[in-house]
């Protein structure tokens, strides 16, 4: 099983990815603030990292104009992954 995690090694290759998408991606920073815009004609994206950015095209990609996830998802994933705290 191949393991890919967050780290320095992924900005660029995320980067790469998004511009194969047909993103122009642009780097903005506001003193310690970095942040990164890929936008094309139907859609501009914005993070604090390629990868981030990535992660936001590859969700919005997956899940249609719809991605935001509806009460009955969100019930789903709190009771899921944090049993403890009640929804």
Do not use: C
């Not at 004609?41 to 914005?46: G, M, P, Y």
């Amino acid at each position: 099983m191949e393991h890919i995690a967050a780290a320095g090694n992924t900005g660029v290759p995320a980067y790469l990815a998004l511009v194969q998408e047909g993103f122009r991606v642009e780097r903005q920073t506001n003193g310690d603030i970095e942040e990164w815009i890929a936008e094309r004609d139907d859609l501009q994206i914005s993070g604090s990292s390629t990868v981030e950015v990535l992660g936001l095209y590859f969700m919005r990609k997956v899940r249609g104009p719809n991605w935001k996830a509806g009460d009955p998802e969100i019930d789903s994933f709190l009771k899921r992954f944090y049993p403890e705290t009640k929804t």
